[in-house]
């Protein structure tokens, strides 16, 4: 007998007891929607929390300030800065050649006057009535780096896009938000604006002494972002602070380094580059304790969660094999005609692991679609509150490996319960077996 | 038997076909890209704003959005355009462009230049065709450097309500200042000899007048010199504000065409 045939004879068998079969399919189904659906959270979960700390930059980034290490705080993610030191060109060249970084990137600020548009959108908290009230102007940060890959800057985009390299275009960060009266699930609304900014140099021309002299640029906000580079409300490529730096001083050249994001090649190696940063002669701060801290007590969640889908896929296990082992009992009599008239062993073996496997697999992949439509539905509903409370939302990511695993998981798992069952069968002599 | 037969076959696809929706469903939504490739943009103009900020405004309660120039910059202009703004010190006099203010401005290679300027230099009693004169010279070093010029005649002070109160009522003015106020009609004759100095500059040197009066005539037939000027000093009101950006718009028109 081929397998094909083992799978119709096994396939005839579960259509004669429909309702044991619903049942066993259903315990499976369960199992495996819960198992799915657990995962599926928990891996949104973790990346979405570690995200959060890195803010949307990679886990082993570290930041280097422009001052000297601390003494005895290197140990430190966040240690106090020791007294200034400027971070030159030079000095990010050389840390960018030390062992184990990866990539550097220097990140420049200067200082500007942000102009809001007058007219604000409708939802702004600053409009009552019949009208808005204008925001001002108000004193922050040109914070500029390059944005060409924004995985490797601890940058989150909450809407909109990139500033493009040379377009007078930017992003601003939740402090404009605030200034605008904007919450952050309405960050959508500023793409498209435009921000005038402003930036003073003292001339001595003036017959009153010492004046001011503005110089205005307007821009076009294309993003809103959440972002750890530096403090600064206006985040945009190195050549608008620079020229915004070049009009304060009067000077033509580079915005002073804000700070530089190295990172690591991997999470581990964390610890001893930013050793070498300090040996470099500069202070510097990473979240990789808190992300591995954190990352163990997401792994002790999956643990749990995983222990509780293993869990219904246990009992789910022990209903096929029930299911099955009653099988064998009613089945007695067909199965010693079947091996009266030549069926082998392994014949009568095919046929009642064709009926697990059978059972698993479609519990299996219904399960798997029930798991991700139960955690899309909780991950909607997250979302709603996150999104409510003012921060971004989430959406429920479901990697193919669970998918697959899913389907062919339970499967494998209805193969080993059903298989003491089929051995029993295969086993049973046909004499016996006729006999009752 | 047959028709029976291929109708669970096909709600057997259906089932299978939605499964795979669902399944293609969850696993399209892990993944997201940002990013738009943009035109770059031309070349945008700068903009230089020069004069005193008794005759360039500023003086309004929101002033950087009510601001003539302000007004100017982001209602006339490209939104990549330049607006460098020399014009926010008191006292300033034409003198004083030419010996600081005007090489710091022509550093920064203007395309348009806006020059109000002469109401600190009459306060002072320098005579017009002196002031004239230097206008004149600062002019021609913003021809030299090819910039499109508009020269602005100066506010016809005389017509403004704190003006006649501190002319005729010196007990009720309000301004702290220690010019003495001629009559409104002397002011008048005075402020018309510097906006034909700045008439004559503005020709020699092939640059735009801006006729301020002309805008503040015809706009205080229609609405009264309160609607326009601040009751207590020389300020504008926003309206005025507005009278005054609309001149230099109307101006830049003209030059253009």
Redesign the interface.
């Known amino acids: 007998m081929r397998w094909s045939d083992a799978l119709l004879v096994a396939a005839r068998e579960l259509r004669r007891r429909p309702a044991r079969c619903a049942l066993t399919v259903a315990a499976v189904v369960l199992a495996a929607a819960l198992l799915v659906a657990l995962l599926a959270v928990v891996t949104t979960a973790r990346s979405r929390v570690l995200d959060q700390i890195s803010k949307g930059g990679p886990l082993a980034a570290i930041s280097v300030e422009p001052a000297e290490p601390n003494a005895g705080q290197e140990s430190l993610d966040d240690p106090e800065p020791g007294p200034p030191r400027a971070l030159t060109g030079t000095a990010v060249a050389a840390i960018g050649h030390l062992p184990l970084v990866s990539s550097i990137e220097a990140v420049e600020a200067a200082p500007v006057e942000v102009l809001p548009p007058a007219q604000l959108p409708a939802g702004s908290t600053l409009c009552a009535g019949s009208g808005c009230t204008s925001p001002g102007s108000y004193d922050s940060r040109i914070v500029g780096a390059d944005l060409a890959d924004l995985s490797t800057l601890p940058i989150t985009l909450l809407a909109g896009t990139t500033p493009a390299a040379g377009a007078a275009e930017v992003d601003v960060g939740e402090g404009y938000l605030r200034e605008v009266g904007l919450a952050q699930s309405r960050a959508g609304e500023l793409i498209g604006t435009d921000i005038e900014l402003g930036s003073e140099r003292f001339s001595s021309y003036s017959p009153s002494g010492p004046g001011a002299v503005y110089r205005w640029v307007t821009a076009e906000i294309v993003g809103v972002v959440d972002q750890q580079v530096g403090s600064g409300d206006v985040v945009g490529w190195p050549s608008l602070a620079d020229s915004t730096w070049d009009w304060e001083t009067g000077s033509a050249g580079t915005a002073p380094y804000l700070a530089a994001v190295v990172v690591a090649d991997q999470l581990s190696e964390v610890p001893a580059v930013r050793a070498e940063i300090a040996v470099a002669g500069y202070s510097s701060s990473a979240s990789e304790g808190l992300i591995v801290s954190v990352g163990r007590y997401i792994h002790v969640v999956e643990i749990v969660l995983s222990g509780i889908g293993i869990v219904a896929l246990i009992i789910a296990a022990l209903g096929i094999a029930n299911a099955l082992f009653s099988s064998v009992r009613e089945r007695r009599n067909e199965i010693g005609i079947m091996k009266a008239i030549g069926a082998r062993d392994i014949d009568v073996l095919r046929i009642f692991v064709s009926e697990a496997v059978a059972i698993g697999l479609v519990g299996g992949l219904l399960g798997t679609a029930l798991g991700i439509a139960i955690a899309v539905l909780i991950g909607d509903e997250a979302s709603s509150y996150l999104v409510a409370q003012g921060l971004p939302g989430v959406v429920i990511s479901v990697p193919w490996l669970l998918l697959l695993g899913g389907a062919a998981g339970s499967a494998v798992v209805a193969f080993v319960a059903g298989l003491p069952a089929a051995v029993r069968a295969a086993h049973l002599p046909a004499r016996e077996a006729v006999a009752r | 038997v047959r028709g029976a037969g291929s109708g669970r076959h096909g709600a057997r696809w259906i089932v299978v076909m939605l499964?795979l929706s669902?399944?293609a469903g969850?696993?399209g939504?892990?993944s997201?890209a940002?990013?738009?490739?943009?035109a770059?943009?031309g070349p945008?103009t700068v903009l230089v704003a020069l004069g005193g900020d008794e005759s360039a405004g500023s003086q309004v309660s929101?002033g950087?959005?009510q601001d003539w120039i302000?007004l100017f910059?982001?209602g006339s202009l490209s939104?990549?355009?330049?607006?460098?703004?020399?014009s926010?010190?008191?006292?300033?006099?034409v003198e004083?462009l030419l010996?600081?203010?005007l090489s710091?401005a022509l550093a920064v290679h203007p395309d348009l230049v806006t020059v109000w300027i002469g109401l600190e230099d009459l306060l002072q009693g320098t005579p017009a065709p002196v002031f004239g004169r230097e206008l004149s010279e600062v002019l021609a070093q913003l021809k030299a450097v090819h910039a499109k010029v508009l020269v602005a005649e100066l506010l016809p002070l005389n017509r403004f309500p704190a003006y006649s109160k501190c002319s005729t009522e010196p007990l009720k003015c309000e301004l702290y200042s220690t010019f003495s106020f001629p009559s409104p009609a002397q002011m008048g004759a005075e402020i018309a000899g510097y906006d034909e100095a700045i008439e004559v500059a503005a020709r020699a040197n092939g640059d735009t007048v801006v006729g301020i009066a002309g805008a503040f005539t015809s706009r205080l037939a229609t609405t009264g010199s309160s609607a326009l000027a601040d009751g207590s000093d020389l300020g504008l009101t926003p309206a005025g504000e507005s009278v005054v950006a609309e001149a230099f718009a109307g101006a830049l028109g003209n030059a253009d065409r």
Do not use: I, K, N, W
Not at chain 2, 88 to 93: I, L, Y
């Open positions: 499964l669902v399944v969850a696993c939504q892990s997201g940002f990013g738009r490739v943009h770059p943009t945008a929101d950087e959005y302000q910059y982001r939104a990549r355009a330049t607006l460098y703004d020399f926010s010190e008191d006292g300033t006099t004083d010996e600081g203010e710091e």
